[in-house]
Every structure is written in C-alpha cells, then in structure tokens.
Nanobody
Framework: QVMLVDSGGGSVQAGGSLRLSCIASGDTHRSRCMAWFRQAPGKEREGVASIHTAGGHTYYADSVEGRATISRDNAKNALYLQLDSLKPEDTGMYYC?????????????????????WGQGTQVTVSS
C-alpha cells in the first residue's frame, strides 16, 4: 500500500509557474511508476507526465511538452511537477498517482486504470 499526498497548487496568471509536490509513504521500498494526471472541469482525467523511480525515464503529454518537468527525489519519497508558461487550459485538479513496477522503462499515462494509488489532488487555476 502506498499513500500519496499532493500539494503545491494555486492560482496564477497565464505565463506563470507552479511546482507541484507529492509525498509517498507506506510501501515505498519497491520501484514504481509515478505520474501526474489532471482533470479540467467537465472533462475526463488525462495523463500529464510520468517517471519511474528507478529508471528515471520521463514521458510527457503533448499538451505540456516543453513546459513541464517531472522529477523525483527518492531519498524523500517525493515527486515533483514543475509547470512553466502556464495557460488557462492548464486549469484543473492535478493528481499524483503510482503503481508498483520493477521494469524501469517509460511509464504509460494513456490509462489511469493501471494506477491504484492516488493523491487527493491539488487545484491549479490559471487566469488569462
């Protein structure tokens, strides 16, 4: 069992930046895929970025490619998402998610169904 706590959201103007954080606790000794998903009002939740805790390979959705940086600090069991050049369409609830996987390759974010562990979400609001 892995527990996740998200934080770092807020309200910013377009062009601004935010850094989201996620702290994992519980069974954190095994390698895992970790990802950020977001859900805009009236839309389905979508994957934003992912990283494997051992391999470090990252993957980004086209919508944030070049504006987002996902990183992790295994010593702190922490996951981060740096969002720059924010746009109003980045507005939504952002969720940290994880699943245990030993293979250190790229972690898929096409389906949220493979992620059993979720944070409570942190709201990001970008005004124009």
């Amino acid at each position: 069992q892995v527990m996740l706590v998200d934080s770092g959201g807020g309200s910013v103007q377009a062009g601004g930046s935010l850094r989201l954080s996620c702290i994992a606790s519980g069974d954190t000794h095994r390698s895992r895929c970790m990802a950020w998903f977001r859900q805009a009002p009236g839309k389905e939740r979508e994957g934003v970025a992912s990283i494997h805790t051992a391999g470090g390979h990252t993957y980004y959705a086209d919508s944030v490619e070049g504006r987002a940086t996902i990183s992790r600090d295994n010593a702190k069991n922490a996951l981060y998402l740096q969002l720059d050049s924010l746009k109003p369409e980045d507005t939504g609830m952002y969720y940290c998610a994880a699943y245990t996987r030993s293979w250190p390759g790229i972690c898929d974010i096409a389906s949220e169904d493979v992620y059993p562990y979720w944070g409570q979400g942190t709201q990001v609001t970008v005004s124009s």
